[in-house]
Structure formats: structure tokens, C-alpha cells
């Protein structure tokens, strides 16, 4: 059965959420740079407006919120990701996904709607490929069963959704389900999509450190039906 869906999540309550959203927007807002906001703006065509806080910087502050906060379970984390995308500054999405990441452990089989809610939303590769490797294959890794609702985010009209269930793998090396792999890539072969073209390439171009010979002979195989982009992309690092 899968557990996956369209719509969207209401916003539990939760106390420790509280504390970290109140600790998080006084932080990251008395750390605001307008100059560099609207360059990182442009940077990330204009997906989404920016406080302007670099990468190490706001990690840096990101440890002083959560710091002292007691260790979440899945109400809490929904709770913090919805209302980090209810902002409109895209370093609290940046929150929400590292937040996520460190405590993935303490997601159900049940978050993967929510997950889904968040690569749809305000969506672009900065947010949605760090939610695609480290979150949904961090779900599907401990919950095998999941595997059926890749099979449908495969066939998505979503391109994000597309590629999340194309890149969810990334990390998972020897564990790779390789057939899941070489299908999902075929199944959008002929997307139109820089995003999706991309993502096949660099999905099949992680698995080639693990066994590029699959790759090569995946490719000898079925290379004809791929956009010269992915095709390059895969065999980056091995060669044809």
C-alpha cells in the first residue's frame, strides 16, 4: 500500500517547534545582508528571496538555535519544515531540510507525504535534491515497502517529484537497487527537461563509482534513447 500523497499537511502543534522557529527567526533575521541577499537572489533565479546568509554562516547559527533543544520525533519535524516553508526567505527552507537530515532516524513510513509537500513546493534543485538523497532515500532505505511509491513518483507530472524519486538513491552504493535505477531512467528518457535530463545523468554517474560496468553496458544497451547531456553526464567519471 503506498502512503504518499498530493495534498497537503496541516502544521502540527508542538511545543519544541515553537522554541526553534521563535530562536530561528531572531537569529537568521539580526544576521540579514540585503547586499548579498539580492545577488544570492539572482544567483538562484529569483526562486525565492534570500536574507543573505552564506552557507558556513548560517550553519554556524543554525548549531546555536537547535542547541539546548530537546531531540525531536516526526510531530516536531513536520512542525518545523512546514513552518520554515511557510517563510518566504529561502535560508529557512535551507533550515528545514539540514533539520531534517540530521534527524531522518526519527521519521516514520508516514512523513513521505510531507516530504512530497515540500520538493512540490517552492521547488528548485537547491532544496529538492538535499530532500530527494538524504530524506526520501533515507525513508525508503529504512522502509523497503516505500519502494512502490518511487514507482509512482517516477511517472509524476512534477518534474521535482521525477527527479526526487530518480535521485533518491544517490547514497545508497552497494545497496542500489540497480533494475529500479535503469528503468526509472528509461521511464524519462524523453523528458524535455534540463532538470530531469541532468538528473539521470548524475544518478547513473553516482553508481558508476560503485560499478561502472553496469553503467557502461546499461548505456551500450540503451544509450540511444538518452539526451546527449545525460549520456555525458554518466560517463563523466569512466569514460564511454
Not at 512542525?79 to 534527524?103: N, S
Not at 538524504?134 to 511517472?155: K, Q, S, Y
Not at 561502472?212 to 563523466?236: I, N, Q
Request: aromatic letters at 10%; proline letters at 7%.
Amino acid at each position: 500500500m503506498r502512503v504518499t500523497g498530493a495534498g497537503a499537511t496541516d502544521v502540527p502543534r508542538s511545543v519544541p517547534a515553537d522554541t526553534v522557529m521563535e530562536r530561528l527567526t531572531t537569529t537568521y533575521a539580526a544576521a540579514a545582508d540585503p547586499e548579498r541577499a539580492a545577488a544570492m537572489r539572482a544567483y538562484m533565479k529569483d526562486v525565492a528571496p534570500f536574507l543573505g546568509i552564506p552557507t558556513p554562516e548560517r550553519r554556524v547559527l543554525s548549531r546555536s538555535v537547535v542547541r539546548g533543544t530537546p531531540r525531536p520525533d516526526e510531530r516536531d519535524c513536520t512542525a518545523v519544515a512546514l513552518r520554515c516553508w511557510r517563510l518566504p526567505e529561502r535560508e529557512y527552507q535551507y533550515f528545514a531540510v539540514d533539520y531534517l537530515r540530521r534527524h531522518v532516524t526519527r521519521l516514520s513510513s508516514g512523513f513521505l507525504p510531507v516530504a512530497r509537500q515540500l520538493v512540490s513546493t517552492v521547488p528548485w534543485w537547491d532544496t529538492v535534491d538535499a530532500l530527494a538523497a538524504h530524506v526520501v532515500g533515507g525513508l525508503v532505505a529504512a522502509d523497503p515497502a516505500l519502494a512502490e511509491d518511487m514507482d509512482a513518483w517516477i511517472e509524476d507530472d512534477d518534474l521535482w517529484v521525477a527527479r526526487t524519486a530518480l535521485l533518491h538513491q544517490l547514497p545508497y552504493k552497494e545497496r542500489t537497487d540497480t533494475e529500479r535505477l535503469f528503468a526509472y531512467c528509461l521511464r524519462q528518457s524523453g523528458h524535455p527537461d534540463f532538470f530531469v535530463r541532468k538528473a539521470i545523468g548524475w544518478c547513473l554517474r553516482e553508481y558508476a563509482k560503485t560499478d561502472p560496468e553496469a553503467v557502461r553496458d546499461f548505456l551500450a544497451r540503451e544509450g540511444e534513447r538518452f539526451a546527449p547531456l545525460s549520456v555525458r553526464e554518466a560517463l563523466k567519471n569512466i569514460g564511454a
